[in-house]
């Protein structure tokens, strides 16, 4: 096991797109156990292998009270989306900044799990926004590329002045 570091925006590594897992073997366990890992102690609920500079479709999530539910998803596909929400979102590649970001209330999920079997999820609530959120990493976009360009420039100069002060 072993942690991995996070890429922090506006790193332009965030901004690339994965591609798809063609074989879920040990080297591919071994990365969702190190993610995990990583997740865990930061502490966040969700996670997309692009913001641990690898480029393959895949995110954990979980969103459990008792942070006891991990839930893989390898080259995950929404196959159906409905109603709208805007859940405040943060990000671990974006430390200390939330905001509201529309996404689906409801979405259907399918994807591969940890052993390659594929497998369909019905989603609602912080789960479903945790979801599309990993998978807009999938696809080189963060939560803040929702927002004004404005807006976005003033969240990177203030992580850059917060990077600053803790060097
Ligand atoms: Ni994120």
Same mark, same amino acid.
């Given at each position: 096991? =072993?942690?991995?570091?996070? +890429?922090?925006?506006?790193? *332009?590594?965030?901004? $690339? ?15 969702? &156990?190190?993610?995990? #890992?990583?997740?865990?102690? =930061?502490?966040?609920?969700?996670? =997309? ?20 539910? /991990?839930?893989?998803? @390898?080259?995950?596909?929404?196959? !159906?989306?409905s109603g709208?929400?805007?859940? #405040? #979102?943060?990000? +671990? ?5 939330? #905001? &509201?970001?529309? $996404? ?6 399918? =994807? ?13 609530? +912080?789960?479903?926004?945790? @979801? ?8 080189? &976009?963060?939560?803040?590329?929702? +927002?004004?360009? /404005? !807006?976005q420039q003033?969240?990177? *100069? !203030?992580?850059? &002045?917060?990077r600053r $002060?803790?060097?």
């Open positions: 096991m =072993a942690l991995l570091p996070i +890429l922090q925006y506006p790193d *332009e590594r965030l901004h $690339r797109v994965a591609r798809p897992v063609t074989a879920v073997d040990d080297e591919l366990r071994q990365l969702i &156990k190190d993610m995990a #890992e990583t997740m865990y102690a =930061a502490p966040g609920i969700g996670l =997309a292998a692009t913001q641990v500079d690898v480029l393959l479709r895949v995110i954990i999530v979980d969103s459990s009270p008792g942070h006891d539910q /991990l839930m893989t998803f @390898i080259n995950p596909e929404i196959i !159906k989306r709208v929400s805007d859940f #405040e #979102e943060g990000c +671990l590649s974006v430390p200390g900044i939330y #905001e &509201k970001v529309p $996404r689906a209330e409801r979405i259907t999920v399918r =994807a591969l799990d940890a052993g390659g079997q594929s497998f369909d999820l019905d989603a609602d609530g +912080l789960l479903a926004v945790c @979801i599309q959120h990993e998978m807009d990493h999938l696809d080189g &976009k963060v939560f803040v590329d929702y +927002l004004s360009r /404005l !807006k003033r969240i990177a *100069e !203030k992580l850059r &002045k917060q $002060r803790t060097m």
